[in-house]
């Protein structure tokens, strides 16, 4: 993968936007004049109550929506006013998912999950073999790749997932609730993982969490409240995913 990126623009740049879901003649505000900037290599946990908007703002960010009103700007695109099929194809190149249920493809290895997201890439099939590889390598499961999900722990799956999300080596990574549905020592690793993600490779994270733990391993922290910031705080005292790792 590339080293970290040197640009001093920002990765992520949200300017006053607004969210409305509509039906009929109800319309629900669900973020409200929402600003926030995100340097290249920052890591931010997004908190807050259930509701909050919190998965919402962070589709809003991986162009996986649209706001009602604002601009948003993500590796210098305009996601407000992109078409759906730029904003496809944008993700595909700059976006890494992670989900609180994996996502994994049941009839597909762990080798054919991870190259994936490389299909769509113009990329030969040897090309795609050394980034499948490398991917697996860094989440630690090179020796798996031939294993289907179901032949996988928790933990593993997570881990492939993750391999899926670095395989197009992404700017960004957007993860909802990583650790939500695994134990606290596999969770432990997955965050430990994400933060040699953002230490060692350079990634911007966006993760959103209910787990304060979860939180203490990112740099920044943003709490929500019906659809509104109602903190900002820096966490000098990040856990160092790469001491933790070395040690
Ligand atoms: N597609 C939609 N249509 C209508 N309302 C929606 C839609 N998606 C989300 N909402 C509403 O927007 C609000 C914010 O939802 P969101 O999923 O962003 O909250 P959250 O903070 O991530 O919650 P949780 O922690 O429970 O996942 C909720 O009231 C939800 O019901």
Redesign the pocket.
């Known amino acids: 993968m590339k080293s970290p990126a040197l640009s001093t623009d920002p990765v992520v740049l949200v300017q006053d936007v607004c969210k409305e879901?509509r039906?009929n003649d109800n319309v629900?505000t669900?973020l409200h004049n929402m600003n926030l900037q995100l340097a290249a290599g920052d890591y931010l946990a997004l908190m807050?109550?259930?509701?909050?908007?919190?998965?919402?703002?962070l589709n809003l960010i991986a162009g996986l929506d649209q706001p009602t009103s604002g601009h948003i700007y993500v590796c210098g695109e305009d996601l407000a006013t992109a078409s759906q099929s730029k904003l496809a194809k944008w993700r595909s190149r700059h976006v890494g998912f992670i989900f609180q249920m994996y996502n994994l493809i049941p009839v597909l290895t762990a080798y054919e999950n991870v190259e994936l997201p490389l299909t769509l890439t113009p990329l030969n099939r040897k090309q795609r073999k050394a980034q499948v590889q490398t991917a697996l390598e860094i989440v630690g499961l090179a020796d798996r790749m031939d294993h289907y999900p179901t032949q996988l722990s928790g933990g593993q799956e997570q881990r492939v997932s993750i391999a899926r999300a670095i395989a197009t080596d992404p700017t960004l990574i957007v993860a909802d609730e990583p650790t939500g549905d695994l134990d606290a020592k596999s969770g432990t690793e997955i965050l430990e993982l994400m933060g040699r993600l953002n230490e060692e490779f350079g990634k911007t994270i966006v993760m959103?969490t209910?787990d304060p733990r979860a939180a203490g391993f990112a740099k920044r922290t943003m709490h929500?409240e019906d659809g509104r910031l109602v903190g900002d705080t820096d966490n000098p005292g990040a856990v160092s995913a790469v001491q933790e790792h070395n040690a």
């Open positions: 879901y039906r629900l669900v807050g109550p259930s509701g909050s908007g919190k998965s919402t703002l959103v209910h929500l």
